[in-house]
């Protein structure tokens, strides 16, 4: 079976250049073609001699996914579906802004975590994703769209990230340093997964932090999203407070709103005592919808009335627009190639 380069991580593939008998310095060639131009095949190195190049190609191979649709909103929001080697899909989709091109990438196939206001759950869970195949997702769309550069990334897509800890951490590296975009160009999502939350500072590159709320108690929180059950708000709010921010950083809390369910103005008030002490910016979402899911949105009024009344008592609260949702692109509307199970 021929080595699939990307599937290595540095050591791994300097390694096997020793074992094919080279040098040292054609690792740093490799990564470089690899992750720098994108290339997609051995024969492509053209730093490396014709005869090589022929020698490694009967050992080696560099995976790639296959685009297999892309779709453009009107709002310049597109959503890319890729095909990976075993033929399971995952959905990037790209988000052009005025200063920025922010790429929302998956990190698993589907999502085990079942909250009930999103459409990756009720695709359920195929898989976790590989450390490159999360990286490969910024190197296609970014071959795909080159000259224009993907500034900003976003851990936002299918499945949740502190559920591939490994995975997601190792492509963090390699975002980092292979694809050189700032740490502080990143931002990794979760629902809260307390345990994992703990660890990531120590064993992953220290991205921004993004943490989906969408509920002020557990109750309710409980209803919404599974993981609350394991852990709490409380275990959840202490953990965060314990988090390590570098400075001038802050927790983005992420709030859906859904009418009649999580948009009253207590909700807003308890918003407000629950995020006390941390330094936070809240990332207010109105509710996408998604066949069969059973929510709606709340009007402008109500939306505004939330945010108004967080800034009052001294919140950073903006309002997300919802991008692309006429290619089911935006937060919570991703479901791959699947068929929604409702
Ligand atoms: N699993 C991670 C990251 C992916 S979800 C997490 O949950 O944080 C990215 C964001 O989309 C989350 O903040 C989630 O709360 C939000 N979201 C999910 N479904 C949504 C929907 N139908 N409308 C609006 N936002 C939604
Ligand atoms: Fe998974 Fe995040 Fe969707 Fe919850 S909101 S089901 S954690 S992707």
Request: overall charge positive; aromatic content about 6%; hydrophobic content about 40%.
């Amino acid at each position: 079976m021929p080595v699939n380069l990307k599937a290595l991580d540095e050591a791994q593939l300097k390694e096997f250049v020793l074992g094919e008998g080279l040098e040292p310095y054609r690792a740093l060639q490799l990564l470089g073609w690899i992750y720098e131009k994108g290339v997609q095949r051995i024969e492509d190195i053209t730093v490396f001699s014709k005869p090589l190049r022929e020698e490694l190609s009967k050992r080696a191979y560099i995976s790639c996914l296959e685009p297999l649709k892309r779709l453009k909103s009107k709002d310049g929001t597109e959503k890319f579906l890729l095909r990976l080697e075993d033929g399971e899909t995952v959905e990037t989709v790209l988000i052009p802004e005025e200063q920025r091109l922010t790429l929302c990438i998956s990190s698993q196939v589907g999502c085990a975590m079942g909250c009930r206001f999103c459409a990756t759950a009720k695709v359920g869970f195929r898989r976790n994703l590989l450390a490159h195949e999360i990286v490969d997702q910024i190197i296609t769309v970014q071959r795909l769209i080159a000259p224009r550069r993907i500034t900003n990334i976003v851990l936002m897509g299918m499945g949740e990230p502190l559920k591939n800890t490994e995975n997601v951490a190792e492509a963090l590296r390699r975002i980092t340093t292979l694809l050189r975009i700032s740490k502080r160009r990143i931002t990794l999502s979760t629902s809260g997964v307390v345990d994992e939350l703990r660890r990531l500072p120590d064993i992953a590159p220290r991205v921004n932090l993004a943490v989906s709320l969408n509920a002020t108690t557990n109750s309710l929180r409980d209803r919404l999203m599974p993981v609350n059950r394991a852990y709490p708000l409380e275990k959840l709010l202490d953990a965060l407070r314990a988090y390590p921010l570098e400075p001038r950083r802050r927790i983005t809390f992420e709030y859906i709103l859904i009418k009649g369910v999580n948009d009253s103005r207590d909700d807003a008030l308890r918003l407000c005592d629950l995020l006390r002490g941390i330094r936070a910016k809240i990332n207010l979402i109105p509710f996408n919808p998604f066949e069969g899911s059973g929510f709606e949105r709340p009007d402008e009024r109500t939306v505004e009335g939330f945010q108004n009344l967080l800034i009052k008592r001294g919140y950073t609260a903006v309002i997300r627009k919802s991008r692309g949702d006429d290619i089911s692109a935006a937060c919570g509307q991703l479901k791959g190639q699947y068929e929604l199970q409702v």
